[in-house]
């Protein structure tokens, strides 16, 4: 017989006379020659109740139907007399398909702190919370593939290896081959002529510059796939291994990357809303009371635009009393992005026209020769949720800007020919899905929205 999940069940609007479930064990109660099972299959937040009677509530058998244990169960779904649940399962069949240790199975019916579940990411997902959340991530994933199918744009999948530094911070993981790698930096006429690429590769931090080249080809591209970055950085909001979704767009400008960006972020949280509204409610019930409130805000109005100078001027005229100061010409911290949109703006904001010092060197110089294209989506709770630019399409200045940051032409020729070979204006912004789930369902720590997180000191599963 085949199997149908939970979630199908629960949801029907008949009886079946004979069903097939499959499941882990939540919970058993046991009463006078019955026997009472949630099962979950990880298909939904709700548990499938099976009945076991005669021989199926035999007292050898239970005593191994323990929390965490794995079962297939045949029998009839029927009409449940029991309050809060529609239907239930009266077995006739019931197979024990893998036993759970009650001494050292680390999953029990009670409340588990994060960090706790953090030390064993490979079993976390069989929780409400992480269950919940999973199911949310995949609906999300599959909503921005959507949302850029309908309106034209071509998924790349960008190079996961890398000879070139897209942000040019210098936090980036090696690769090699060899057992005595030259030092950062190299030395020599060419130190990793003996490595697997013949010279120095990195992991990507970025699939920016090759979406670039694809969209001067193709019109519209996006990419979506992991980035990581070797910041020593242990704060709730960075990950060394985390998911970004970049468009880029040819003949668009700083205007029109922010249109997509503002849809983008409205059309996932609609998109969840309809599809995860069950999920979305648990954490709305344990995780962040105000999460509704604040994804109204996300939807609801237009997302406020601040150029960079003003967003200096609110701030320092703010009165309040940041563990950073605000300085003009510095870059904005997390406290300073969250007040500008949770107290001043009380809803998304983009804050544009940054000093191009502070900025990548692809993003394109302003008319006033000291400030660049450049936006950033700042959101309640989260701070920065989307960076973006029009880029540099001028040979010319794109050159000046790369040597400014000390970045050697002769690594970079391929990116410059897309400005000497038809070079057009064009857009992009990169969104860090990780940060959206933390907005999308109020979780603080980027380390609870991704399956199996990666900082300093942590690669385990």
Known sequence: MERTAVRDLLNREAPLDAVRACGWVRTRRDAKGLSFLEVNDGSCLRNLQVILEGPLAAEPLLRR?????????????????????????????LELLGEADPETYPLQK???SDEFLRGIAHLRPRTNKYGALFRIRSEAAFAVHRFFRERGFVHLHSPIL??????????????????????AGGGGENPFAADFFGREAHLTVSGQLEAELFACALGRVYTFGPTFRAENSNT??????FWMIEPEM??????????????????????????????????????????????????ERPYERIPYAEAVRILQASGERFEYPVREGGDLQTEHERYLCERHVGRPVFVTDYP??????????????????????????????????????????????MEEAGLPRDRYWWYLDIRRFGTVPHAGFGLGFERFLMLATGVANIRDVI???????????
């Open 65 to 93: 139907l323990t929390t965490g244990s794995a079962v297939a169960v045949e029998g009839a779904l029927v009409a449940s007399p029991a309050a809060g649940q529609r239907w239930e399962l009266r077995a006739r069949r």
């Open 110 to 112: 009670k409340r588990h």
């Open 162 to 183: 890398t000879g070139s530094d897209c942000e040019g911070a210098g936090e980036l993981f090696r690769v090699t081959t060899l057992r005595e790698p030259p030092p």
């Open 236 to 241: 709730p909001r960075h990950a060394a291994e």
């Open 250 to 299: 040819a003949f668009a400008d700083l205007e029109e990357d922010m249109a997509l960006a503002e849809a983008l972020v409205k059309e996932l949280v609609r998109h969840l809303r309809a599809h995860c509204a069950e999920d979305l409610e648990l954490f709305a019930r344990w995780v962040d009371p105000e999460l509704p409130a604040r994804l109204d805000l996300l939807v």
């Open 356 to 401: 191009k010092e502070i900025k990548a060197f692809y993003m394109r110089v302003n008319d006033d020769g000291r400030t660049v294209a450049a936006m950033d989506l700042l959101v309640p709770r989260v701070g920065e949720l989307v960076g973006g630019s029009q880029r540099e399409e001028r040979l010319e200045v794109l050159e000046r800007r």
């Open 451 to 461: 399956p199996f997180p990666r900082t300093p000191h942590n690669l385990e599963f």
